[in-house]
């Protein structure tokens, strides 16, 4: 994406400052009971969303995911962590129904230690919550020159192939390599289609969703964005894992992944998993979603270097791009790039707040009494 083009897909919003969104923001989850120190990760992990340009994670997660859920008293804004298991390169965690990210960053810090010390690390986690988007805690190993591995489960939405039923979360197998250029390869994605958090942005857009994405319970695909949003909660409409809908497109291979992450996230932490997450009880009442991750870190020195495998990752990927392209195209990407480009546009103007969003950011400001000096005022 140019930078004209950056500012014309973005031409409805107000761009705002990132020093701005972060106080507002850490305001916010103190004002509700977050610990300030806790509130420091949250902050940094859902704006790192939105300066990587992954606006279905960022700031507007704040409110129907974060805040809703604390005052629906479903989600402890104090994080405690319990530790059930701690060996040398392994652990499990129990994260009692607290802030994700906050049982994410420790866990992650706990495996890259082990990694250090041990070449490698892996930290089982139940009990916990949505932890905003998988990459940053990949990245936190390839900031360190480390190997990032990370997945979750989540509420299910996803039906197997030959099904209509929502069995499996978007459960995203995310995988972070240090290289020798300015950014990280990191693959961050979701085992469907695609997933809530981007149809909720067509939503706030009113716009339907492109065909494909979601199958309705008579076997073929919806595309009305507003009820397929109401049917995900009801389960009489799912997201189609990768592939798309039967084996034509192999769709079975994302039905397999999303299965593969919904076991480590909880066979490891004996955790629960599928209809056990959808955060409503027997009775229809709403529950903590009992979550589960797992994260891994890898550690080259313990191998052949961190340099030798930076410097072929980098190769591997100058390579990719510098292949032969498809009439009409004009690059290759490697996974991380785009984000990365987007991080220089967003630093360089802001983040991109359309009025829907502003709407919501206006009733926080006016709940919690924190600034309402925004550039759409």
Partial sequence: MTEKEFLEKYSDSSFVPFPMLEKFMHGTLTAIGVPSPDADIITDVLIESDKRGIDSHGIGRLKPIYIDRIDQG???PVTEITVIKDEKTAAVLDGNDGMGHVVGYRAMELALRKAEEYGMGMVAVRGSSHYGIAGYYATMATERGM????G???RPSIAPTFG???MLGTNPLTIGLPTDEPFPFVIDAATSVSQRGKIEVYGRAGKDIPPGWVIGSDGRTRTDTDGILHDLTTGDAALLPLGGIGTDGA???GYGYAAVVEILSAALQDGPFMQDLT??????????YHLGHFFIAINPDFFLGKETFRRISGSILRALRASRKAPGEERIYTAGEPEWESRGYRMKYGCPVPPSLQKVIDT???RFGLSDSWPWH
């Fill in 152 to 154: 979750t489960n989540a």
């Fill in 164 to 166: 209509t039923e929502n």
């Fill in 279 to 288: 955060g409503k009880d027997g009775e229809g009442r709403k529950r903590p």
């Fill in 364 to 366: 926080l400001s006016a």
């Fill in 147 to 150: 190997i990032g591995i990370t």
């Fill in 74 to 76: 479903i989600l402890n």
């Fill in 251 to 253: 769709g079975y291979k």
